[in-house]
């Protein structure tokens, strides 16, 4: 499938080089999609019949330009052709886990740009691009239990992800006054085997007390792999029923 092609989904994925982002990207690109992938490292997939993949190398940490692009990008594209439209935010970046006065301000910076502010302008470039589009369209914010749940030494990541909830239920609010608006979801994915967990479980044990318990997870095999919670978040994108709850879990029965 050429770029120029029909498609009936035109899907977006950040975060899409390793890990659950990579995971879904694969399990997104099927016949009949357009599939933008959005990440620092390259987001190699294999192709696939009646699909077209194009990835961006890009830093969300510098989201106002990539905010610019998406927005030309997606003004160029033939809306009315799209029956469907998905947007997965799921790039994250966790700051060293640590009291908040013991991390490197860079490090919190970098954090609150990926987690929040980068969720937040791509999603406003792309409602506002896609505002005339007949599709339905879907914004889908992954979520963490620990935005619901504080953690000493993660107060970072914790912050910018009760953020992201919020920002799920302000924009369900306001999509839902407008013409074919968006339904939106900040959804958590439970625990998974990626590199997050590595740097939680490599942790100083000083700096961070719930160290033991994510070494208790890796240990006691209870950890999902990314290609098992991917599948799980697909088939919740796909329900009907989406977007009933802005804030949600995938475990969640349908």
């Not at 490197?104 to 980068?118: I, M, S």
């Not at 978040?233 to 995938?250: C, K, N, T």
Request: hydrophobic share 50%.
């Amino acid at each position: 499938m050429s770029p120029t092609a029909a498609a009936d989904r035109l899907v977006i994925v950040t975060g899409a080089s390793r890990g659950l982002g990579h995971a879904l990207a694969q399990a997104l690109l099927l016949p009949g999609t357009r599939l933008l992938t959005m990440s620092r490292g390259p987001c190699e997939l294999p192709p696939v019949a009646g699909a077209a993949h194009e990835d961006w190398q890009v830093d969300l940490a510098e989201p106002l330009p990539l905010s610019e692009r998406l927005a030309a990008w997606l003004h160029g594209l033939p809306g009315a052709r799209f029956r469907s439209v998905w947007f997965v935010h799921n790039a994250a970046a966790l700051s060293t886990p640590a009291a908040l006065a013991e991390v490197p301000l860079l490090e919190l910076a970098r954090a609150a740009r990926v987690n929040l502010e980068a969720p937040l302008l791509l999603s406003a470039a792309f409602l506002r691009a896609t505002a005339g589009w007949s599709g339905r369209k879907q914004l889908l914010f992954i979520s963490s239990g620990l935005g619901r749940t504080a953690m000493a030494g993660a107060a970072s990541y914790c912050a910018t992800k009760a953020g992201i909830d919020h920002l799920a239920r302000a924009l369900a609010l306001e999509e839902a006054a407008r013409p074919n608006g968006a339904r939106v979801v900040s959804l958590a994915p439970g625990v998974i085997d990626t590199d997050m967990q590595v740097q939680l479980r490599g942790a100083d044990p000083a700096a961070f007390a719930a160290r033991s318990r994510f070494v208790d997870l890796h240990q006691g095999g209870q950890l999902l792999s990314p290609a098992a919670v991917a599948a799980k978040i697909v088939a919740y994108l796909g329900r009907e029923s989406y977007g009933a709850s802005p804030v949600a879990d995938v475990r969640d029965s349908a």
